[in-house]
């Protein structure tokens, strides 16, 4: 007789029936439960649509949406935590940085020997001024450009794959926006109606599109290369780097436009004659951007400006490399793009006029993940400051509009400019094209960049703070500056708005100044004045 057999189902251990209770009364379990699984999903495509993780080595960066555009914060290798400036090591000869400098002026005043006594940084600071001196006496005595005579200018029509077809991708280039905007109007932007004429809402990326339009309307462009003596190279290497800096691509996807560039040129006869010495690149992004060292998957930007091919060439940049001579800065495109003389008359004279109801005025975030940047210091010196500091918080969208940044350090003595993601800001140049005096506290966010654009005693346009004396909370800014005379701000404002404004903004693509050199015109005539010089 068969005997049935039941299989006996195994019970669950107490651990774990234990733990499943206490998941199941929690309330967030209460709360997952129920919510239908549409609108859970939905939930999680706002999470995604309002921030962009980046992962990085060992690290992973969230880039908050309201910062994302008007910050380097996730579109710049300088955005990496800790970021620093790397210093050249030592050797027991001449430095590299001097040895540059050297081959390409014999007569460089007082070379510099380590000899052992002196620190990295003290050494690699001498480099960096030594270096400034040599590209200031490429500085043009002229104003403006008399005769084309031995001045031609060749501006090669590349492949539209080195620039056009760049911005061709501009809807697919940054995941949360529509970048296209930004490059109407001939790369200026959408009108400021509200800040007058000549202001448009310009990406700070903008400045390779800016600056190949007005080299393509330039009177002295040439169209025979045998008549030519400056060659412009125009590769929009920096929206290159920003159709992959979100997309999970290889190094050598990364480069390869770079690497088919050089290889291009190098096919030219007008490039091997003086292997490349004659030809200027125009970058829109920060020099870091353009020399990665780390061959991770994950590294930021390119090895363009590390190639060999490219160290005799002239490259400009927003904020150059402080040890390459051929690296020069010029200024970040802000929001004002006069056409005529009058348009910068009418804008000195009314910022001159400016009611300037607060002292000082700070528009920019901390940084969380930076716990050596000074800036959660800075705002909490000008929240406590009652009216006398005045801080817009752009994590939170405050900075989303210019005119709300124009219109605060139009209305401010003093603007203070910390480092950043990287040394260098655009607000920077906003400040003094407001006639706002920026305060400084790193000498490489402008002393060791603009030698064309900013003079050499930076005491006639802005205030230095030491960043080290703010970190070890051994000054109150708010304290320092209100010490500083009326008549003393009222010198450097004037001396801001007169003689450096018209210098540093870029003028519209028809420009027609005649009175005032704009920040293009200054450079082009300084890139004739070196090319000049090359034997």
């Given amino acids: 007789m068969a005997i049935p057999m039941s299989k006996k189902k195994s019970k669950p251990s107490k651990k774990l029936e234990t733990k499943h209770h206490q998941f199941s009364d929690t309330l967030l379990f209460k709360i997952l439960n129920r919510i239908p699984l549409a609108i859970f999903l939905l939930i999680l495509i706002f999470l995604w649509s309002s921030s962009t ?145 000549g202001w448009y809402h310009t990406h700070q990326y903008a400045l390779e599109l800016i600056f190949h339009t007005r080299a393509l309307k330039h009177t002295c462009r040439v169209y025979n290369e045998n008549e030519a003596k400056l060659f412009y190279v125009p590769f929009y290497g920096g929206l290159d780097i920003l159709r992959w800096h979100f997309k999970n691509v290889s190094n050598d996807v990364k480069d390869t436009l770079g690497l088919e560039l050089v290889k291009w040129l190098e096919n030219k006869e007008s490039w091997q004659k003086n292997s490349g010495k004659d030809h200027v690149f125009v970058l829109g992004k920060i020099s870091w951007d353009f020399r990665r060292k780390n061959e991770d998957v994950s590294s930021w ?31 970040h495109p802000t929001y004002f793009h ?52 005045r801080f817009l918080n752009c994590s939170s969208g405050g900075c989303d509009q210019p005119e709300s940044v124009v219109e605060l350090f139009m209305d401010s003595e003093f603007c203070l400019q910390p480092p950043g993601d990287s040394p260098t800001r655009k607000s920077v140049f906003d400040s003094l ?50 010490k500083v005379p009326i008549r003393e701000r009222e010198d450097m404002r004037r001396y801001i708005v007169y003689e450096l404004l018209p210098g540093l903004v870029y ?29």
């Fill in 338 to 389: 006069p056409h005529v003389d009058d348009d910068i008359i009418t804008w000195q004279l009314k910022i001159i006029r400016s009611n300037r109801t607060s002292l000082v005025s700070f528009a920019g975030a901390e940084r969380p993940d930076a716990p050596q940047n000074i800036r959660s210091i800075l705002i909490n010196q000008c929240n406590n400051s009652g009216t006398n500091c």
């Fill in 507 to 535: 003028g519209d693509s028809n420009s027609q100044l005649e009175k005032f050199q704009d920040a293009f015109s200054i450079t082009i005539n300084n890139l004739l004045a070196r090319v000049n010089k090359i034997e």
């Fill in 53 to 197: 993780t980046i992962i990085s080595g060992k690290f992973v960066h969230v880039c908050v949406s309201s910062r994302k555009l008007n910050n380097l914060y996730c579109l710049s290798a300088g955005t990496q935590p800790n970021f620093e400036i790397p210093i050249p090591a030592l050797s027991n000869n001449i430095s590299t940085g001097i040895k540059e400098v050297v081959d390409i002026v014999q007569e460089v005043p007082d070379p510099i020997v380590n000899n052992g006594s002196d620190g990295e940084v003290a050494f690699a600071v001498k480099v960096v001024e030594q270096q400034l001196q040599v590209q200031r006496s490429w500085i043009s005595n002229k104003n403006h450009v008399t005769s084309c005579d031995g001045k031609g200018i060749y501006v090669y029509d590349l492949p539209s794959k080195f620039n056009k077809d760049l911005v061709g991708q501009c809807g697919d280039m940054i995941p949360w926006t529509n970048f296209c905007k930004y490059f109407n109007n001939e790369a200026m932007g959408e009108p400021l109606v509200k800040l007058g004429k």
């Fill in 301 to 331: 930007g390119t090895r363009f400006l590390e190639l060999d091919q490219l160290q005799k060439s002239i490259k400009l940049l927003i904020e150059r490399q402080p040890w390459h001579v051929n690296d020069i800065g010029i200024p």
């Fill in 433 to 482: 094209v407001s006639g706002c005096i920026p305060v400084l506290f790193d000498p490489f966010t402008a002393y060791y960049q603009y030698p064309w654009h900013l003079p050499e005693d930076h005491s006639k346009y802005s205030v230095f703070i030491e960043q080290e004396e703010v970190r070890k909370m051994k000054v109150n800014i708010i304290e320092k500056l209100m």
